[in-house]
């Protein structure tokens, strides 16, 4: 019984300790532009942040004028039937049933368009799902109502919650910033191949950050991997994007993109900070 509570105790103290120093550490990382965020009614894309977000854009915009060709294509051969072919303009009723050239137009002109749009669409799907060797590697988990964070490689892992209104000011961002910065943000480095892991440990979450065009769903007993490789020093916010309970709108996401050498001295503050934090180990007494 003495056994199994000093293990216990020993598994909480290590936990503490590197989630306490996460959050030390956390504090190195300061002076950062925000550069992903929501916008007061604006419905456009944020600032494309990676080359995956740049080709997704250019994608939407690309389907769009597509669209709105193919629209205004399908609003004049109606206006012109109604005008053309109305009981006025044409007293007379055509009497033939059908149109071997046109019937051969309206059925190939649509599998056209969907071979055009799956060449462009198809390789960029592809880039977003071969996942390229990691420069970091990082394990997401979705928790209600928070987020888990480990570096394998690095030995690092640490919480992530929604920072209330009474920390904004000390952590360094503005009050508008409530309900999108976390206390302890993800530390990235600019320039590198990020893959990350996302998993669930209760229910579905989903990882999404919208400036880097990544979005994965967390479910429970799979691990499903995106990347990013973010070209901007900065601080992105995300938000869980899959309905996980009450509190699924207090699930921010919050990257900071850092240069090499501000990340690897996090990194160094971070396990430093690990072990030089120790949390009281109480040991209960055997009869």
């Known amino acids: 019984m003495r056994l199994a509570t000093i293990l216990s105790g020993l598994a909480a103290a290590v936990t503490s300790t ?19 965020a929501p916008q007061p009614e604006h419905t456009g894309f944020q600032p494309a942040a990676t080359e995956l977000a740049r080709d997704q854009q ?17 609003l004049t051969l ?21 149109n071997t050239p046109v019937e051969i137009t309206w059925t190939m002109a649509p599998v056209l368009i969907l071979v055009v749009l799956g060449s462009f669409s198809l390789p960029i799907l592809r880039k977003q ?25 690095e ?6 919650f929604l920072l209330g209104k009474d920390k904004l000011a000390e952590a360094g961002y503005p009050p508008e910033d409530y309900l999108l910065a976390a ?14 892991q996302v998993t669930g440990a209760d229910v ?14 967390a479910v429970p007993g799979r691990i499903a991997e995106l990347w990013f490789n973010a070209e901007r020093e900065g601080i992105y ?21 850092v240069s090499e050498d501000v990340y690897a001295d996090w990194l160094a503050r971070t396990k430093q900070a690990a072990l030089g934090t120790s949390a009281p180990i109480r040991v209960a007494a055997g009869n």
């Not at 959050?23 to 002076?31: I, M, N, Y």
Request: one cysteine or more.
């Open 18 to 36: 590197i989630i306490a120093g996460a959050a030390l550490a956390q504090d190195g990382v300061q002076g950062l532009e925000i550069v992903g």
């Open 58 to 74: 250019w994608l939407d915009h690309m389907l769009l004028y597509l669209c709105i060709a193919v629209v205004a294509l399908v």
């Open 78 to 98: 109606l206006l012109v039937v109604i005008l053309r072919y109305n009981r006025r303009a044409n007293p007379k009723p055509a009497r033939f049933s059908h």
């Open 129 to 153: 799902q071969i996942m390229p060797s990691p420069d970091v590697l990082i394990k997401v988990t979705g928790n209600q109502w928070y987020w888990s964070y480990e570096y394998p490689d």
């Open 155 to 160: 030995g690092i892992s640490f919480d992530s």
């Open 183 to 196: 206390d302890n943000a993800v530390v990235v480095p600019k320039g590198k191949n990020v893959v990350v």
């Open 204 to 217: 579905i979450h989903s990882w999404a950050v919208p400036a880097f065009a990544v979005k994965q769903d």
């Open 237 to 257: 916010f995300g938000q869980c994007s899959e309905l996980c309970g009450k509190d699924h709108a207090y699930m921010p996401i919050t990257v900071k993109v």
